[in-house]
């Protein structure tokens, strides 16, 4: 199956730092979603983005379906922005099946 | 439109014994999906479904998991003779059919077998 490796596993950020996390995958994708994990536990959908660039707010991504990766932008960062960040793929030729995740990226921000 | 809401929130049973989880997705959402969740890893796709239709299931979904969802609405996860393995979080999202596929996810159910 495809997999999906997640760079890098920990990061400590002061608040107001930025940075980049980094999601690869080793087959073509028709499907790629960043998640939120908050401490509590939930799951919050941060971007659908298999192709291109999107921005919301603080965060933006960009996916490079060709290379076969996608980055995670966090600017200003700040102490709500903890938690665990997940890349997850759909491989192509399928429609709105199985995601695999990625082990994901603890992020700590720091006041 | 109050999300995805999953019942209960905690489990706590004895080996043996079945537990059963119900997930309610947003009304619009045709796709309903199950995930598994251990610490510090990534959620594991269980099953999903396309209104009532159950269109693939993993292979962690041994014999003694069930998961129904019998009239496109809610769905329940069937777990009969629990093992302390199974101890997980049990997660559930809907989708839309089309794209964009964004997930919506449920805040959990955790399950711990004592």
């Known amino acids: 199956g495809i997999q999906v490796e997640q760079s890098p596993p920990d990061l400590i950020l002061q608040e107001g730092a930025n940075s980049t996390l980094r999601c690869n995958f080793s087959?073509?994708?028709?499907?790629l979603q960043w998640f939120h994990q908050n401490p509590w536990g939930q799951l919050i959908n941060l971007f659908y983005?298999?192709?291109g660039t999107k921005q919301n707010g603080r965060l933006s991504a960009t996916t490079v379906a060709t290379e076969r990766y996608s980055l995670l932008y966090i600017s200003s960062s700040q102490t709500t922005d903890s938690g665990v960040y997940f890349c997850?793929?759909?491989?192509?030729?399928?429609?709105?099946?199985?995601?695999?995740f990625g082990e994901g990226t603890q992020l700590t921000v720091n006041p | 439109d109050t999300g995805v809401s999953q019942n209960p929130r905690h489990k706590i049973t004895k080996r043996g014994q079945n537990v059963t989880f119900r997930c309610d997705p947003i009304s619009e959402h045709n796709r309903l999906y199950w995930y598994r969740q251990t610490l510090g890893q990534g959620p594991e796709f269980l099953t999903y479904?396309?209104?009532?239709?159950?269109?693939?299931k993993s292979r962690l979904l041994s014999d003694r998991f069930s998961a129904e969802r019998p009239k496109g609405s809610f769905s329940t996860l069937e777990i009969q003779r629990t093992e302390q393995g199974d101890s997980a979080m049990y997660l559930c999202?809907?989708?839309?059919?089309?794209?964009?596929?964004?997930?919506?996810f449920g805040s959990g159910t955790r399950l711990t077998v004592v």
């Open positions: 087959d073509s994708v028709n499907n």
């Open positions: 997850a793929v759909e491989p192509g030729g399928t429609s709105g099946s199985r995601l695999t």
């Open positions: 983005i298999p192709s």
């Open positions: 999202a809907s989708s839309w059919w089309g794209p964009p596929y964004g997930y919506t």
């Open positions: 479904f396309q209104n009532e239709a159950q269109l693939e």
